[in-house]
Structures are given as structure tokens and as C-alpha cells.
Nanobody
């Protein structure tokens, strides 16, 4: 599956940004899609995930109430609406797709995802 992430950029703290992750319709599993992020010197961490067949969502505690993940009806593009951003949200954001059968409890695990996009930089200034 080819995933194309976009929408990153520079934003002031308290502002908003929307990331997009488009998949190739021919090869997408239509399963779960997630966003992870990695800041310099830190490990990649889970941000949010959505299971496309039933729209179940999961969020990291650090972004609950501020970020919203959603997907279009065609199950091709997934969005991450980032509101009330903080400097600690600064990172490279990666979208990922699973093989199609991830259970809810595994949506936050890097190991659940087999396809990854190239990443998009988000920088939040204070």
C-alpha cells in the first residue's frame, strides 16, 4: 500500500493544523489507519487510529480532546485534525495502515501496521 501524508507545517501554539493521509485505492486494505509521530531523539509514538470498517477510534492520552481522526466514505483518505496544538506536538508525523484485521486493543501498536507513509513535519512554536 502506498500512503501519502501531507498537511504538515509551522503553526503557533494554540492553533490548528490538518494532516491528510491518502492511500492508493487499489491496494488499500480498508482496515485500520493510524498516525504516529517521532520527535528528535525520541521513539516513535502512537497518536491516533481509526478502524475504517466500523469507525472505532483510539487516541493517545496526550492528544485526547485536542486531535480528531476521521476517514472519508471511500476509505481512501484519513485526516488528523490537530487543534489547540502545543510545542510538544512538534514531530514528524507518519501515517500507517494495517493488514486489515487489527483488534481494537492493538490499534496503538507499531507492530500492527505494515505500510507506512513518508512522514510530514509539524512544528509548533510557543
Amino acid at each position: 500500500v502506498q500512503l501519502q501524508a501531507s498537511g504538515g507545517g509551522w503553526v503557533q501554539a494554540g492553533g490548528s493544523l490538518r494532516l491528510s493521509c491518502a492511500a492508493s485505492a487499489r491496494t488499500s486494505t480498508g482496515g485500520a489507519r493510524a498516525w504516529f509521530r517521532q520527535a528528535p531523539g525520541k521513539e516513535r509514538e502512537f497518536v491516533a487510529a481509526i478502524r475504517m470498517r466500523d469507525r472505532v477510534t483510539r487516541y493517545a492520552d496526550s492528544v485526547k480532546g485536542r486531535f480528531t481522526i476521521s476517514g472519508d466514505a471511500a476509505k481512501i483518505t484519513v485526516y488528523l485534525q490537530m487543534d489547540i496544538v502545543k510545542p510538544e506536538d512538534t514531530a514528524v508525523y507518519y501515517c500507517a495502515e494495517d493488514r486489515g484485521r487489527t483488534i481494537v486493543s492493538a490499534l496503538s501498536s507499531v507492530a500492527s501496521y505494515s505500510s507506512w507513509g513518508q512522514g510530514t513535519q509539524v512544528t509548533v512554536s510557543s
